[in-house]
């Protein structure tokens, strides 16, 4: 049965000779390198060439960096000229040094005053996020927003190649306006994590279904996806996000100290400790 995400190419040995790439070098699907540095990285097309299948199963943030820095990945047939810097810049997965980022006018959860505001780039088909959210966030949650300790910001940077996301972002913003932006945040990963792993598909359809079971006014609410309200509300977030630096999601910003990826809780509970010391 073909599996409901994105198919990772079966890496194969590159022939050096006949197209001038690197000798002892494996092919591999970005979507391959994407699922061993838990970020989803922009430009969806082309390949990386020298990465040891071997080294794949260590921490993939270290790894992709050190393959960088040591010059022994070569991107090629990019859909994005500028994608080999993006992937450095998601490489590191606690990435030096602090960003300016705003809040602006987005969904808020937690403490308005509290010492610590970590902002979210986020992407609603992106697998990565999603398990941020099943994993890490609920731990954060618990123990620093629910207790004021931490103020939460969402804030979009759908991929496009994503087709849903889009959708979705601009759904959590009707959402919000009828005061359940949490609540449809919550229900589209839910609902995605009881279809497995990998990107799911899923249609404007369902996002309308699963408003109605979450008990939006429906009608006002199709109205204001149908419309597209808050297109230019996301659009803003993307353009902002890429003024930061976010080249993949999820792409968090602890007081302004950036974080990519699905990281363990443990590496957010570092910083967000220092930060409230």
């Known amino acids: 049965m073909e599996e ?49 299948k071997t080294k794949l199963i260590l921490p993939g943030a270290i790894l992709i960096a050190a393959l960088l820095i040591s010059g022994s990945v070569v ?37 308005e005053k509290a010492k610590v505001t970590v902002i979210e780039f986020s992407d609603f088909q992106c697998p990565f996020c999603r398990s941020f959210w ?30 849903a996301a889009i959708s979705a972002a601009q759904a959590t913003e009707c959402a919000k306006d009828q005061g359940k932006f949490w609540e449809m945040h919550d229900k589209i990963f839910s609902e995605q994590e009881k279809q497995g792993q990998g990107t799911i598909q899923f249609s404007v359809s369902d996002i309308k279904n699963w408003a109605s079971q979450i008990g939006l006014d429906t009608k006002t609410f199709n109205q204001c996806l149908d419309s597209g309200k808050y297109k230019s509300e996301v659009e803003k977030d993307i353009a902002d996000g890429s003024a930061y630096g976010v080249s993949g999601t999820p792409t968090l910003y ?24």
């Open 254 to 277: 602890i007081n302004d100290n950036p974080i990519v990826g699905a990281q363990p809780f443990s590496v957010f509970k570092a910083i967000i400790d220092g930060e409230l010391k």
């Open 134 to 163: 099943s994993g890490a966030f609920q731990q954060i949650k618990k123990e620093y927003i629910d207790t004021g300790k931490v103020k939460f910001v969402y804030r979009d940077f759908p991929l496009s190649f994503h087709p």
């Open 75 to 111: 991107f090629y047939s990019l859909s994005t000229d500028n994608l080999g810097a993006n992937i450095k810049q998601a490489g590191n997965p606690v990435a030096g040094e602090k960003v300016d980022v705003s809040a602006d006018d987005d969904a808020v959860m937690g403490n």
């Open 4 to 52: 409901n995400f994105d198919p990772v190419i079966q890496p194969r040995q590159a022939s050096s000779q006949a197209e001038g790439k690197p000798s002892n070098t494996t092919l591999i699907s970005l979507r391959e390198a994407e699922r061993h540095i838990n970020v989803d990285i922009l430009g969806k097309s082309g390949m990386i060439y020298g990465v040891d």
